[in-house]
């Protein structure tokens, strides 16, 4: 089975593929564009870092609060997603004050700096259904690994060495990997480091080892469900 794990970047999307659950070889794709990403990997399953379902009220998604109470210390890598009549306002203060209006409480800079990847996975989600993709987070999946959250954050030296270890651990070569963007390719350390850790948890759902947050996940209006698999 062919799997990804997906992250978003500054000027795109970065994708770790890996075959069999080999990630020694694993491989990596950047591109602009989530369609043209998933076009290009053709992977049976990939776990991308980005709010998949939305609530349109009067309450915020289950999937959050979850991850908080299984992230004890790490509870600020987790962002609230916006209801889904935020994302159609033209500024941060106006879909901040939607979002309050809807289900009780304002956005983040945060989360309004990732609406319009949320807006473009959204859309691409349909076309390729969640049979093919679904929702991760990171810091979800290396407490699935560790069976604890991470002891430090990733955005310290001693956090981006205790997931390096942990990928070093996996097989993933993740200097090879990065033999393999442009010179030119906004894509950091970290969005590196995630996606091939959702890479991991994708290998996991295609062999049924894998977990999902919460228990019994919610679905919107649309039909899609809301749950992290890691």
Not at 122 to 134: A, H
Request: hydrophobic fraction near 40%.
């Amino acid at each position: 089975m062919r799997v990804a794990g997906i992250d978003g970047c500054k000027d795109g999307w970065v994708a770790v593929v890996a075959e069999d659950g080999d990630f020694g070889t694993a491989t990596l794709c950047h591109r602009a564009k989530l369609f043209d990403l998933l076009s290009e990997i053709k992977v049976d399953l990939a776990v991308v870092d980005i709010p998949i379902g939305l609530s349109e009220g009067p309450s915020g998604r289950l999937v959050e609060h979850a991850l908080r109470r299984q992230l004890p210390g790490r509870k600020s890598s987790v962002f609230n997603s916006p209801c889904r009549q935020a994302t159609y306002e033209a500024d941060y203060e106006s879909a901040s004050n939607t979002n309050r209006a809807v289900v009780g409480v304002g956005l983040s800079q945060q989360t309004w700096a990732l609406v319009p990847k949320i807006v473009e996975a959204d859309c691409v989600i349909r076309q390729f259904g969640q049979k093919r993709i679904k929702e991760g987070h990171p810091e979800m999946s290396f407490c699935a690994f560790w069976r604890r959250p991470a002891r430090a954050s990733k955005n310290s030296v001693k956090g981006t060495f205790e997931r390096l270890n942990a990928l070093v651990s996996l097989g993933f070569d993740l200097s090879m990997l990065s033999e393999g963007l442009a010179s030119d390719a906004k894509v950091a350390t970290d969005d590196l480091i995630d996606a091939a850790i959702l890479c991991w948890s994708a290998n996991r759902v295609v062999t049924s080892k894998h977990e999902t947050t919460p228990d019994a996940p919610q679905e919107d209006p649309t039909g899609l469900t809301m749950s992290i698999s890691a």
